[in-house]
């Protein structure tokens, strides 16, 4: 993440740049929410023409809660031609995985705890390469994969989509069954 935004604005630059452009139609993109425990406010413009499948990943603890340190979406708007639509806010594109004591490597050949989004995002990347695993052909299809992942997490927070956790918890299980 990009020290206080859930979404940097200058996201939107790199993936208008035409060799990420090129890549974009066949990649998932999944970033980290960051760490300053802050709310996007600003509403920013949106490339829509080069518009990645996107995932913005936050932190929950143990217990479900959003973790006090992990950025959220609020109810920014990625603007399309200077209008805000309702399913381009950024919330639609978030999810929640457990970000708080995960057990990693210490890299003195023992194990250390560590939290944060950057541990919460790789469990959303191993969630997607184990449904294109089982499906093979969704390695083709970047946003349906994108919409099953998100579809199929559990909710959590105010009903439906909001603006703390998203679409809610990732949900391995879930998105590994029929929807």
């Known amino acids: 993440g990009v020290p206080g935004y859930a979404l940097h ?3 939107n630059a790199l993936y208008s740049r035409l060799s990420v452009a090129l890549l974009s139609k066949q990649t998932i993109f999944v970033h980290a929410a960051g760490n300053d425990g802050v709310t996007q406010t ?4 949106w490339n829509f023409a080069n518009d990645p499948a996107m995932i913005v990943v936050v932190s929950v603890g143990p217990s479900g809660q959003i973790s006090a340190f992990s950025n959220t979406p609020g109810t920014t708007c990625l603007l399309n031609n200077g209008k805000c639509l309702e399913q381009n806010r950024l919330m639609n594109r978030f999810l929640v995985a457990p ?18 989004t950057s541990f919460a995002a790789p469990q959303v990347t191993g ?4 449904l294109q695993s089982r499906w093979s052909w969704l390695k ?4 349906e994969t994108v919409d099953i992942i998100l579809s199929s997490a ?16 990732l949900n391995i299980a879930a998105s590994q069954a029929p929807l």
């Open 9 to 11: 604005p200058d996201w």
């Open 42 to 45: 600003k509403d920013f413009a």
């Open 154 to 169: 559990t909710d959590l927070g105010a009903p439906g989509v909001d603006p703390v956790y998203g679409r809610g918890l």
């Open 140 to 143: 083709s299809k970047p946003r």
């Open 127 to 130: 969630a997607i390469a184990l």
């Open 99 to 116: 970000g708080e004591w995960i057990l990693v490597s210490d890299g003195n050949g023992g194990v250390t705890r560590r939290s944060g």
